[in-house]
């Protein structure tokens, strides 16, 4: 018997169902739903990202969207930083992470040891 949460990772490209997968699955195994999307945590750009609706994402809570102003820097450390609590809270609360979307970098800084080190850059808003 596993004492530790999973973490399942959804990656593709724009349009192919990573949404719905992953809202079935936060739906069936008491999950939320960590964005992995470089342009889907810009304020806006709904349709242009294909972002999750407001119905989908009445379904199961939605992290790291919708919360910088698209003129604001916001690189692979930042969401690494702003990801990696996130994941450890909902596995600490026994509820299921899933990470969901397109950019390959991103994910792949939650799964390996590969950044450079910390950025100097001024961190993201929350």
Known sequence: MWNRVPLVVILGPTGVGK???????AKRFSGEIISADSMQVYKGLDVVTNKATD???AVAPHHLLDFLDPLKKFTVVHFRNKALPIIRNLQAEK???VVVGGTHYYIESLLWDILVENE???PADN
């Open 95 to 97: 509820k299921l992470p």
């Open 19 to 25: 949404t719905k997968l992953s809202l079935e699955l």
């Open 120 to 122: 100097d850059a001024t």
């Open 55 to 57: 119905e989908e994402r």
